[in-house]
T-cell receptor, first 112, second 114 residues
Framework: KNQVEQSPQSLIILEGKNCTLQ??????????LRWYKQDTGRGPVSLTI?????NTKSNGRYTATLDADTKQSSLHITASQLSDSASYIC???????????FGGGTRVLVKP | DAGVIQSPRHEVTEMGQEVTLRCKPI?????LFWYRQTMMRGLELLIY????????DSGMPEDRFSAKMPNASFSTLKIQPSEPRDSAVYFC????????????FGQGTRLTVV
């Protein structure tokens, strides 16, 4: 069964600290993996996209990694800011059939 | 560009009533997606259109749900009759390309069925 599991479900960090979110998937065949940020009351916004051949990609203070062998991805947030408080959703695209599988998201709360 | 525009932002309706959600995609985008988001199930893809044609509606929960895209700049998602379990946030998104390409989401419609 094609699944995307995210951990932790939620976390609280102090402003200025770093954190790492995890995404494990079983989707096959793999096409790409995308991380979305969703602020409360708004639609998701794409942060990064990872294809099979990419190991690391950065977008400002956000750095995503992908290990296609172990089917794991991580999203690292450096020097967190209050505006990073949001849900982060991992979405994996299946190469065959154009299917998307969504993770349940990680809710991040950054405290001053 | 104004982005993807959805209306209404909030909708409260009584069980059994018909509900119509509206979406205007970003001009020039050829794919449009309808999603539903709940606390229990997260984000779910309901249906997507490519060049105004429904490509995959396997996510539509049941016959009470229907979606149309009469032209490149407008789509509707209709629920008839509505039920309390349909309460959720419904997002419309559009993209240049098919599933897997970057989708730009609207602000969502929060539907409450009482």
């Amino acid at each position: 069964k094609n699944q995307v599991e995210q951990s932790p479900q939620s976390l609280i960090i102090l402003e200025g600290k770093n954190c790492t979110l995890q995404c494990n998937y079983t989707v096959s065949p793999f096409s790409n993996l995308r991380w979305y940020k969703q602020d409360t009351g708004r639609g998701p916004v794409s942060l990064t996209i990872m294809t099979f051949s990419e190991n690391t990609k950065s977008n400002g203070r956000y750095t995503a990694t992908l290990d296609a062998d172990t089917k794991q991805s991580s999203l690292h947030i450096t020097a967190s800011q209050l505006s990073d408080s949001a849900s982060y959703i991992c979405v994996v695209s299946k190469a065959a059939g154009n299917k998307l599988t969504f993770g349940g998201g990680t809710r991040v709360l950054v405290k001053p | 560009d104004a982005g993807v525009i959805q209306s209404p932002r909030h909708e409260v309706t009584e069980m059994g009533q018909e509900v119509t959600l509206r979406c205007k995609p970003i001009s020039g985008h050829n794919s449009l997606f309808w999603y539903r988001q709940t606390m229990m199930r997260g984000l779910e893809l309901l249906i997507y259109f490519n060049n105004n044609v429904p490509i995959d509606d396997s996510g539509m929960p049941e016959d009470r749900f229907s979606a149309k895209m009469p032209n490149a700049s407008f789509s509707t998602l209709k629920i008839q009759p509505s039920e309390p379990r349909d309460s959720a946030v419904y997002f419309c998104a559009s993209s240049l390309g098919q599933v897997g390409t970057e989708a730009f989401f609207g602000q969502g419609t929060r539907l409450t069925v009482v």
